[in-house]
């Protein structure tokens, strides 16, 4: 037996008897949750676009996860999705369950859409989601428990309500065997939901995501059942919808459940922050976070206590009584027990206004007109500062240096210098210098320097420099270097520079260097140099150097050099792919995904070689990058050998796999190269110049080098069977087929050693070739 085939042999014997302790045993949890959240704003052509679902999608999951028990790696958030990704979502938690099913005692499924939705189905956009279909899908989720609610039109449909009594609650009790399902719906079979601008939310999700943060807890255990959720969200959505246009909302329920109790949905006793609002206090209760969003709105009665989970950060907090008016400021730190105390509170003056019948014909005051007409053309000379009181209907110019309107735009505003305008615009605002809307601008908006709008935006809003909108915005924003938008935003966003959005996103965001968002985002975002995105991303994210998704991306990611991205459901298309968690396919020459395939690798094989790889990527493709050559004190000397492929990996079971490869190996002439150096120099071959026009002996003999050279590749494919003791432990045996092909690639096979050809036809000839080693 010779020296190498003792190597072998003693390297295969090592990993043959290699053993290892088992791991402890963990005890399983008494519970396991898991949620799917739906969000679709879009109901087709002939349906109003809606313009917050999916902020309650986002509001509800994070409700859930920080007092719900559903931890981010077990809930999937879909925005704006077609049928087959719901369809897909609902197979991956599926999965998951299954694979998890040793680890808790009882699995618990939410499944929450909100969007619109016919009598049979939910409106996906172009597409629907019969409710059959939905029916058997959420049947097919092996959990013990399924809740599911819905906030859309009809959908009591899916619902049949069914009478109920409240028991003993089971959410610790691990004891108790509990199946079965509970169905919510925003209303009923007939009736339309609704969502409001006001409190930016559908009423039945607002009132949901307060009850669950302890508004609901009526028996004051510092839980949330589902039966107390349900009266809580009935008695607030009916409330606050039966004097609407549309009309009142009843939601819906059908709850059967195996088991003694009714099923907790929350625990306050695990949120971040906890505001206690005493028994004395009483009226109408509106907390908003510091960008105006309403967080919580109660009806509070005296006599009762009150205890809401809230996320650490500043509030404002009003409270409305029959008489007054008051307000406070306060501010929640982690792991905080506040107890809301009332000498901080101060009253405030109530705004004006005018009840829609109650006094008489007689008794009304008539309207002061005096200072609200404007002639339709207006033009100041010198420079100076123009005011109406009120609104500025038609057309007005200005050829001094500012204009300004208190009120309302109608038509025309233009300046040569600055326009300004603190209520709402209705046409065209365009100044040389600079234009700001205090409230709604419905139209055009141009400046040379900054245009900037304080309430939503419906239009274009242009700027040669800067482009800033707070408020909600639906167009196109322009401009030469920056484009802000701190609202939900709908369109295009276009800057020569620099984009940045801070809410949801949907539409184009394109610029000359950098796209940053900080909401969800559903599109096409593109950038000369960076992306990134730090919430959720569905669609296509495309830089020449690098893009970054810092939450769950679903859709491409495309760069010219490196992408990053947290979990990734699509594909990573660049020369440097890193991601978290990635279930579909990471393409470049170098990937690092952290629960994927991220492998270096050490082999001995039957052609006498030592080699070193790197496999990284998915289980649906991963790349491979080896480098090799003769086993011994003299690695390497004689030639080496050098790889990349591409593979897929498929899994037999917890701890074996089955790797299954596309190579291309090339070997180099180390030796030949080297005996040229000795022959005429290291001086003569480092000098040598193909562009001079003189063919040195050094020349010739490097070009005869590289033509031999070329002649070397050889196509392989190969087979691996994986063991693995943990995540980056564990051994292999691989079998490969190196392919020599007639007039191609002989002079491969005359450097090192291979196995006996098998020949194919009179060209092609197949080299097998064993293997074994550890993988990290």
């Known amino acids: 037996m010779t020296i190498r085939s003792n190597a072998i042999a003693a390297f295969t014997l090592a990993i043959a008897t290699f053993t290892l302790a088992a791991a402890p045993v963990e005890a399983p949890r008494s519970i396991e949750r898991y949620a799917l959240y739906v969000a679709s704003n879009d109901g087709g052509p002939e349906r109003e676009r809606l313009r917050y679902a999916r902020t309650d999608a986002r509001r509800l999951a994070a409700t859930m996860a920080e007092i719900g028990g559903i931890e981010a790696a077990n809930s999937v958030l879909l925005l704006d999705p077609s049928k087959a990704e719901i369809d897909r979502a609902f197979s991956e938690i599926s999965a998951k369950i299954r694979k998890n099913s040793g680890s808790a005692k009882r699995s618990e499924f939410l499944f929450y859409y909100s969007g619109h939705s016919s009598e049979n189905a939910l409106l996906l956009g172009t597409q629907s989601y019969q409710y059959g279909d939905l029916k058997r899908s959420l049947n097919d989720v092996p959990s013990d428990v399924h809740v599911v609610m819905l906030d859309s039109c009809y959908s009591g449909n899916f619902v049949r309500a069914k009478g109920g009594s409240r028991q003993k609650s089971f959410l610790m009790d691990d004891s108790t065997v509990v199946q079965g399902h509970a169905y919510l719906s925003s209303s009923s079979a007939r009736e339309e939901s609704q969502e409001s ?32 959720l349900y009266h809580y969200a009935f008695n607030e959505t009916l409330s606050n919808t039966e004097s609407s246009a549309v009309g009142p909302q009843h939601p819906s329920y059908d709850i059967t459940l195996v088991g003694s109790g009714d099923l907790v949905l929350t625990d306050l006793s695990s949120a971040e922050s906890v505001l206690l609002i005493p028994s004395s206090f009483s009226g109408n209760f509106f907390i908003r976070n510091p960008d105006g969003l309403l967080v919580s709105e109660i009806n509070k009665i005296a006599g009762t206590e009150v205890a809401l989970a809230l996320p650490a950060g500043s509030y404002t907090i009003a409270i409305v009584t029959a008489t007054t008016t008051s307000q406070s400021a306060i501010e929640l730190s982690k792991g905080q027990r506040m107890t809301l105390d009332g000498g901080n509170f101060s009253v405030i003056q109530r705004t004006a206004g005018r009840s829609r019948g109650g006094a ?46 208190d009120i309302n735009v109608q038509s025309v505003q233009a300046s040569s210098f600055l326009g300004e305008a603190s209520g709402n615009v209705y046409g065209t605002q365009v100044a040389g210098f600079m234009t700001k809307v205090g409230g709604h601008l419905s139209g055009v908006q141009a400046a040379g320097f900054f245009a900037g709008a304080d309430g939503p935006v419906n239009g274009i809003q242009a700027s040669g420099f800067i482009a800033k909108a707070s408020g909600d915005f639906s167009g196109i924003q322009a401009s030469g270097f920056l484009c802000v938008s701190t609202g939900s935003f709908q369109g295009a966003q276009l800057a020569g520079f620099l984009n940045t959005a801070k809410s949801d996103f949907v539409g184009i965001q394109a610029s000359g260097f950098m796209n940053s968002v900080d909401g969800p985002f559903t599109g096409f975002q593109a950038a000369s140099f960076l992306n990134v995105s730090h919430a959720d991303f569905q669609g296509l994210q495309a830089a020449s150097f690098l893009n970054v998704s810092q939450k769950n991306f679903r859709g491409l990611q495309a760069s010219g050099f490196l992408n990053v991205a947290n979990k990734v459901s699509g594909v990573q298309l660049g020369i440097v792919n890193v991601a978290w968690e990635n279930d579909g396919y990471a393409v470049g020459l170098l990937n690092f995904i952290v629960k994927g395939i991220m492998s270096p690798t050490v082999a001995v094989d039957s052609n006498g070689n030592l080699s070193f790889q790197y496999q990284g990527g998915t289980d649906a493709l991963f790349t491979t990058f080896s480098l090799a050559g003769e086993l011994g004190s003299d690695w390497g000397d004689d030639y080496s050998v050098w790889g990349f492929g591409l593979g897929t990996r498929r899994k037999a079971s917890e701890r074996l796999s089955f790797d299954f490869e596309i190579l291309y190996l090339n070997i180099v002439d180390v030796a030949g190269l080297r005996a040229i150096k000795d022959t005429y120099g290291e001086e003569a071959v480092a000098n040598v110049d193909y562009d001079d026009g003189e063919d040195t002996p050094a020349e010739i003999a490097l070009k005869d080098w590289g033509k031999d050279n070329q002649k070397c590749g050889m196509p392989t494919v190969r087979a691996t069977a994986n063991w693995h003791f943990f995540k980056h432990l564990g051994v292999f045996a691989s079998f490969a087929l190196e392919t020599e092909i007639s007039g191609f690639n002989e002079r491969a096979f005359e450097l090192g050693s291979h196995g006996s050809g098998l020949d194919v036809g009179s060209a092609v000839s197949f080299h097998p070739v064993w293997s074994a080693g550890i993988r990290f």
């Open 197 to 228: 601008d006001e409190i930016q939310a559908s009423y039945f999700t607002q009132a949901c995501i307060v009850g669950l943060r302890g508004a609901a807890d009526t028996s004051g255990d510092g839980k949330v059942s589902l039966n107390e």
């Open 360 to 405: 008489s014909e007689d008794d009304r005051e008539e309207p002061d007109t005096a200072e609200e007409t404007w002639a339709p053309f207006s033009i100041s000379l010198m420079p100076g500062i123009s005011y109406p009181a009120k609104t500025a209907e038609n057309v007005r110019f200005s050829l001094g240096l500012f204009m300004a309107d």
